[in-house]
């Protein structure tokens, strides 16, 4: 089992930067692939970006490549979100997921992800 914790969401001017984090509790965290998903008001909640569980590899969203970085830090069982450049469309619920099965790459499809934070806020004013 697997479970977590987001943080590090608020309200930010156009421009500015915010890091997420998302703290995981389980003993099986460095196996599992994990991702940040995001649900704009009356949006579906979509993909944004994923790291694999050695965080050798990252994946991003054509709409936050270059802006976002997601990293991991697997000695405190936490992922990141640095989120720079932002702008008003990024406002939404940040969500952080934990694919269900170890061992396999992040994907961009919600159901395959079996554990889910309960989400931080992040709005981005113009």
């Known amino acids: 089992q697997v479970q977590l914790v987001e943080s590090g969401g608020g309200l930010v001017q156009a421009g500015g930067s915010l890091r997420l984090s998302c703290a995981a509790s389980g003993r099986a965290f460095s196996s599992f692939a994990m991702a940040w998903f995001r649900q704009g008001p009356g949006k579906e909640r979509e993909f944004v970006s994923g790291i694999t569980w050695g965080g050798g590899s ?18 405190k069982n936490t ?9 008003p469309e990024d406002t939404a619920v940040y969500y952080c997921a934990a694919m269900s099965s170890p061992l396999k790459r992040p994907t961009t499809t919600r159901q395959e992800y079996g554990y889910w934070g309960q989400g931080t806020q992040v709005t981005v004013s113009s």
């Not at 709409?63 to 990293?71: C, G």
């Not at 992922?79 to 702008?87: G, P």
């Open 58 to 75: 990252t994946y991003y969203a054509d709409s936050v490549k270059e802006r976002f970085t997601i990293s991991r830090d697997n000695a």
């Open 79 to 87: 992922v990141y979100l640095q989120m720079n450049s932002l702008k």
